[in-house]
């Protein structure tokens, strides 16, 4: 019977917890409000380390001797560990902690149960995704379902997520902006993750950011510039770009302004054929060059649907892809005209993401979700975000060609063409910075005219 309370304990601890984050995240309710939510994280926390920390205890006579030292050992790893979690999602909870050691850290833990709960969830999706087929058979979903059955155990496990923390820091340590938080891989299992405290605002918080003097534009180009290189160059990429999981802040030491990356469980690798192809395919978007982006984008699985492919990578109309879309802004007729288009052409909209290759699919996903921090950036559809991307895309594919080059002066050559290649781009950057300076000397000497009072 107690072995059964505590089971029922420690599910309802899950369904609080994970209820408590769908009410957050639509912004209804603060899961914090309710005492039942806070025991249910409480029960769900402490059963899950003490579990992966210490031992099953399952061996041990519930309520005996032996099973209350047991129990009392997960308080020696802490001096403090605050029961309210930092954050809350539906495979995992984030608390903060202090070591006897003095560090403060940040203690990822999974929810009880929720490894073998992912198995019935991905069946009831399959089912979900059969009977919406037999429906409509113009809908094509099965792709969503062979997606989750892949991704879901790679999240699940945190030391992979540890492994991925470690490689996309090395991978990007050139960027003296960016900050991952280190694993202390002492203290970590599978389903609990330890790792240093890292403190921030939200990347879409532009009240924090005007409070910390940080330059919203400045973080748009980091922001730029890392996922640039993760895709174009490197083809490791961090699919979950959310404002949860990604900070902004002042170093304490040094005052430089950082980006902080977290939960680094979701990565996509890209084979070197696709993000090649991706490549030239931006390359060709930026540059309007539209005999190349219907060729790459018929060579990325878009066949015939190569303007609606090109619509949704962008998250632009067809008229602005072709007008070059670095050449104006986003306008709010525009966005009516791409939302209005996009319930028009559903059955497209699925045949096409049936067909494109899988990586392409967390690539969408990933893109969207940075356009939402530019768009609550202001920063949407910037030239220098374009210009970032080119370089990139210049350095991935010298790179590759170097690579098979078969003499030191083919190398050399190449070498020769990428730098050219960058120093235009670079030029290109240059002239309109100097455009937007001289608009903003005619804007400030027309104020000066038309106020009253002397500039």
Known sequence: MARRALKLASWTGVALAASGFYLYSNKYLDPNDFGAVRVGRAVATTAVISYDYLTSLRSVPYGSEEYLQL???IHDLFVSFDDTPLGA???AQVHKAVLHDGRTVAVKVQHPKVQAQSSKDILLMEVLVLAVKQ???EFEFMWLVDE????????????????NSEKVAQMLKHFDFLKVPRIYWDLSTKRVLLMEFVDGGQVNDRDYMEKNKIDVNEISRH?????????????????????GNVLVRKCPGTGKVEIVLLDHGLYQVLTDEFRLDYCHLWQSLIWTDMKRVKKYSQRLGAGDLYPLFACMLTARSWDSVNRGIGQAPVTATEDAEIRNNAANYLPEISQLLNHVPRQMLLIFKTNDLLRGIEAALGTRASASSFLNMSRCCVRALAMHKKKNASSLFRRTQISFREAFNLWQINLHELILRVKGLRLASWVLALLCWLLPTPC
Do not use: Q, T, W
């Not at 922001?223 to 404002?243: A, R």
């Open 135 to 137: 429906l409509f058979p």
């Open 89 to 91: 999602a539906s495979l």
């Open 223 to 243: 922001l730029g510039k890392m996922y640039s290189e993760m895709i174009f160059v490197n083809g490791f990429v961090h699919c979950d770009p959310h404002p």
């Open 71 to 73: 129990r009392s050992k």
């Open 148 to 163: 989750a059955k892949k991704n879901l155990p790679l999240e699940l496990d945190f030391l992979n997520e540890g492994r």
